[in-house]
């Protein structure tokens, strides 16, 4: 029996089984560079792994080979698309909305409410409304990293606050969290795999969640990454999984830099408006203390009235849309090291495995067992699948981040527009002052 290696092990300088028993038999094929980031694998050549478009690997034997070639970027060239792409129906709509306060003896918490309208028949009804609290949340993402372990699972919004800082209860919180609660179901929603979990269809459509559901749903791949031998340490990642985590280490500290900066910005924002607040509060008391200064005097605290209103509304738009989405991206970066983290403990297994059943083959020409063979279709099936979660998460962070972008610089030009106005207006107030003030004079 003959088993090929996957090419990631292949281009990473590591023989297959075929070249281990017959060194004349087996040859690396090349991995073709991307423009975008790039590492040393060991070799002359660099290897690279564009933002979005995963190095092209043979097809595993398992439907993530369809969604492994679909290019769901937007901004594509039509004539680039792939066929497949335009063939993918949405027949499975969530949404969360309506929060509630429940206050009991025992706790208070949050429920929300998650509205699902589909055609699939793996639903009894066509439309459901339940009602879920965030530890529901939890439950179904936990039980969807079990279940599918070689995918991306879209994180959730961080669950603990500082007491004394953010109050959980506070409508501006609360609002927030349905946000991401309700970004997290539609992601869930529109992954092709995802999102026919069983899992997933007993959240959106049992009217009293039983969270024992589904204890035996664990997959072989599940079962055997967490049981993986112990002591054997990886030769050499592959370079496009080595160029997939250093940009992800990269990505996560711009994103890191950016959140603190906007946190420090955000105070004193806060700090400039109770001040700025303040400010037009005093000109407002000396008009009517001033009578021929009146009229300045209160446009004067008409323009810092707007400019506060301004300056609020930019505040809120940067607290409420622009940190939210870094978050959820920090947090998204550490669940796609979580998935790395488990292929690589699925080439180590597969290595391992290797290397015993070459030492029999040697010793007593036993047979390559079967086993091997099956951990390697569990490593391609991981490479396969992460690569087509790459290419989708890729594609969702540049509309995700192209939104966020041009939506703060609308807020920004929005900002400065209101402020120009009532600073113009204000001038013109004075100039009609010193009108009045010349035809007194003249009087």
């Known amino acids: 029996m003959s088993i090929s290696a996957p090419r990631g092990l292949a281009s990473s300088g590591q023989k297959p089984i075929t070249e281990i028993l017959h060194p004349l038999s087996a040859a690396e094929e090349p991995l073709s560079p991307g423009p975008d980031v790039t590492v040393s694998g060991g070799r002359d050549k660099e290897v690279g792994l564009t933002n979005g478009t995963p190095v092209e690997t043979p097809s595993p034997a398992s439907a993530s080979v369809l969604f492994n070639r679909l290019h769901l970027d937007d901004d594509l060239d039509p004539d680039t698309r792939d066929p497949y792409a335009d063939t993918e129906t949405h027949d499975l709509f969530v949404t969360v909305d309506d929060p509630k306060k429940h206050v009991s003896t025992m706790e208070t918490y949050i429920t929300y409410r998650v ?133 992800l280490d990269t990505f996560n500290q711009k994103l890191g830099t950016i959140d603190r900066i906007a946190q420090r910005i955000l105070k004193e924002q806060s700090e400039y408006l109770t001040e700025l607040r303040e400010y037009g509060t005093v000109y407002a008391s000396w008009a009517g203390s001033e009578e021929e200064l009146q009229r300045p005097l209160e446009g004067m605290a008409g323009c810092v009235t707007t400019c506060c209103g301004a300056l609020e509304d930019m505040s809120e738009n940067m607290s409420q849309d622009f940190l939210p989405v870094l978050r959820e991206y920090i ?55 992460l690569k087509a979660d790459w290419e989708r998460w890729q594609s969702n962070k540049r509309q995700d981040f192209k939104q966020l972008l041009t939506g703060m610089a609308d807020k920004n030009v929005t900002y400065y527009e209101k402020c120009q106005a009532a600073w113009e207006s204000l001038i013109t107030v004075l100039q009609d002052k010193q009108t009045e003030d010349k035809t007194s004079e003249t009087n």
């Open 331 to 385: 947090l998204y970066i550490e669940s796609m090291k979580n998935v790395l983290r488990k292929r690589d403990q699925s080439q180590a297994e597969y290595e391992g495995r290797l290397e015993a059943a070459v030492l029999r083959k040697q010793e007593d020409r036993t047979p390559i067992p079967a086993e091997v063979e099956k951990c390697q279709d569990k490593m391609e099936c991981f490479n396969a699948d």
């Open 115 to 247: 509205s699902t309208k589909t055609s699939r028949i793996e639903f009894d009804l066509p439309e459901y409304s339940v009602r879920r609290r965030y530890q529901d949340f939890d439950w179904l993402r936990t039980k969807l990293e079990d279940s599918q372990p070689t995918h991306l699972i879209p994180p959730l919004p961080e669950k603990f606050v500082m007491k004394g800082v953010v109050d959980r209860f506070s409508e501006e919180f609360v609002e927030t969290r349905m946000k991401a609660l309700d970004k997290f179901l539609k992601r869930i929603a529109d992954h092709p795999v995802l999102s026919f979990n069983p899992h997933l269809n007993a959240f959106l459509s049992a009217k009293d969640l039983n969270k024992r559901q589904g204890l035996a749903l664990l997959t072989k791949v599940g079962e055997s990454v967490k049981s993986v031998a112990g002591g054997y340490k990886l030769r050499v990642r592959p370079p496009e999984f080595c160029a997939l985590g250093e940009y």
